[in-house]
């Protein structure tokens, strides 16, 4: 590191030790850093790996798919995931598991990202609220419905790969937006 590399390195440390130094870092980073809408979806598996999916009503391309939606302010990823898992559905005994999938989407603009969670009964009951969300199923590969999105189809892929569960679903199916 150059001597004026070190200079400007101490000197934006000290400048940062003020609250008014923060406090200016902050605004530059929420002026300057781009702001993305980060959706969170849901792989539940139950306890004989069927993969619970729901019928949307704000998605008229692709009506079935995950549970998920947008994430709250000063909320985490994973309370999202388990939170839009509650409301959409009812169950709220499931474990939260590893991200299977991040990706980003272009309708709307977002980030989004996949979680997979476990439930230990077969096919528990769901209850959806019929405004939203007006139908929910456990699917096995077989079952699986027409018109999936692109990303709803390597999200399932993924869970149920880790289970040496094969997906193979028809590319001609496969939507690129629900909306």
């Known amino acids: 590191m150059s001597n004026l590399s070190r200079i400007k390195a101490g000197s934006i440390r000290w400048f940062l030790r003020f609250s008014f130094g923060r406090f200016l870092m902050r605004t530059a980073i929420s002026v300057v850093v781009p702001k993305k809408r980060i959706g969170v979806n849901v792989v539940c598996l139950d306890s004989e790996k069927h993969i619970l999916l729901l019928k949307h009503v704000f998605h008229p391309l692709a009506p079935w798919g995950l549970p998920g939606g947008w994430m709250d302010r000063n909320e985490s990823p994973a309370e999202c995931a388990l939170r839009e898992l509650r409301e959409e559905t009812g169950i709220d005994f499931a474990t939260e598991g590893e991200v299977i999938q991040i990706s980003r989407n272009s309708g709307p603009e977002h980030i989004n990202i996949v979680y997979l969670a476990h439930v230990d009964t077969a096919k528990p009951t769901t209850q959806v609220d019929g ?4 139908e929910s199923r456990w699917i096995t590969p077989a ?6 999105t692109k990303e709803t189809v390597l999200a399932i892929e993924k869970a149920w790969a880790s289970h040496q569960i094969p997906f193979n679903y028809p590319e001609h199916q496969t ?4 909306f």
């Not at 405004?131 to 007006?134: G, K, N, P, R, S």
């Not at 079952?143 to 999936?148: K, R, S, T």
């Not at 939507?175 to 629900?178: A, F, M, Q, R």
């Open 143 to 148: 079952e699986a419905p027409d018109l999936l």
């Open 131 to 134: 405004v939203e969300i007006t």
């Open 175 to 178: 939507v690129y937006s629900s």
